[in-house]
């Protein structure tokens, strides 16, 4: 059965340059202000039981969209359809009133969602427990720290039983071990056959608690599908995004190269990898570099990083134990029965000189992907082995 039903949403925000263009809009009868599309034409359904991630940077309309499912937002355009009670947790200070003491506020947020005080008095011994604030309780939540606030904020919405729950990366702001905790309800809330909506930053939270996933760009959905293959094209087009802003780093040494005189000697032509954009753990991961050189007198060496897109350098590695190369080569690198986990990764080559210190050129190779097949945590598979 579904939960939640949103068709063609779209949310249209005007921007004023300064306060004295909106009485000239109204006077003159005529625009003075820009359009900024939030939300353009978004369609997607949630089904009971199931939890949606939604990803994109910051200005992809994720908080936008979760406000108007909260009902704390109106859409331009567009309709959305919620079977059952909403608790969300959104921004710091929302639903909260911060004169209030947190006793206080569990009553002023039931009796927002509709529910009696004598029904909110029957739940309030589970939110002091889990949110373990102690005498706290009884203070204004404007003494609270973020960590504190956020603590009662999960505990009173998760306490309140909602069909759905709307999350936006409140599981970043609390310590550890509130961390699991909130985890395990979430993943406990599931299980009652609710609906989840999370947002978050943080891929490890999406790949793990959700169903399915959303990668918000620009207002639109860029892609819909399972969590690990949404988050990974996320990371690939980061990394993409990244080496545009900064400039391809092979074509940047290569006018170093060309300063110093060296630019036309030897040239990565070309990086192959295989399988290819996808593999699994187990298989060889095969390299193929070729090299292109107008000096074949010239010695020079190969080095490479294998690293996860977020830069993590899993290894780095070179031929220091081999002769030097000459003129062009093909060279084959292989890391047999590669045991990385989930994630995204590629290959940097560097051409270099045979005491591994000048740089002839650089490139990297084009992203390849390793699919979930655990929940298991880390990014490697070592050997290991129980025993009693």
Avoid at 110 to 122: P, V
Wanted: charged residues 25%; glycine residues 6%.
């Amino acid at each position: 059965m579904t939960a939640l039903e949103v068709r063609n949403l779209t949310k249209i925000y005007r921007l004023y340059d300064k306060p004295s263009s909106r009485l000239k809009e109204i006077i003159l009868r005529r625009p003075f202000h820009r359009e900024f599309i939030a939300l353009n034409n978004i369609t997607f359904t949630v089904k009971k039981g199931e939890t949606l991630g939604i990803i994109g940077e910051n200005g992809a309309g994720k908080s936008t969209l979760l406000k108007i499912l909260s009902k704390t937002l109106s859409p331009t355009s567009g309709e959305f359809k919620i079977n059952g009670r909403v608790s969300s947790l959104l921004e710091l200070g929302s639903g909260f009133h911060p004169e209030f003491t947190g006793m206080e506020n569990i009553f002023f947020y039931g009796s927002l969602l509709g529910i009696d005080r004598a029904t909110m008095q029957k739940k309030v011994a589970d939110i002091v427990e889990f949110a373990e604030l102690g005498d706290f309780i009884n203070y204004p939540i404007k003494t609270y720290s973020s960590g504190m606030f956020v603590r009662l904020a999960f505990s009173v919405a998760m306490a309140v039983d909602p069909e759905i729950l709307i999350i936006d990366e409140v599981l970043a702001v609390g310590d550890l071990h509130f961390q699991k905790k909130s985890t395990e309800k979430i993943l406990s809330f599931k299980q009652k056959d609710k609906a989840i909506v999370f947002c978050s930053h943080s891929m490890y939270y999406i790949n793990r608690l959700c169903d399915r996933a959303i990668w918000l760009k620009n207002g639109k959905i860029e892609m819909e599908g399972a969590p690990h293959q949404v988050t990974q094209a996320y990371e690939t087009y980061q990394l993409q995004k990244e080496t545009g802003q900064n400039g391809d780093r092979g074509e940047q040494k290569n006018i170093e190269n060309m300063e110093n005189g060296t630019a036309s000697l030897i040239r990565i032509r070309s990086i192959i990898v295989t399988p290819f954009p996808t593999i699994n753990i187990g298989d060889d991961l095969n390299i193929t570099i070729e090299i292109e050189t107008t000096d074949s007198k010239t010695p020079y060496q190969i080095a490479a990083i294998l690293k996860r897109i977020d830069n993590l350098v899993i290894t780095g590695i070179g031929r220091k134990d081999f002769d030097p190369l000459y003129g062009d080569k093909r060279i084959n690198l292989c890391f047999p029965s590669i045991q990385l986990k989930e994630g995204t990764f590629l290959i940097d080559i560097y051409a270099m000189d045979e005491q591994f210190v000048h740089v002839f050129d650089m490139k990297a190779s084009d992203p390849f992907t390793i699919p979930k097949e655990s929940v298991e945590l880390g990014f490697i598979n070592i050997p290991y082995r129980w025993s009693e």
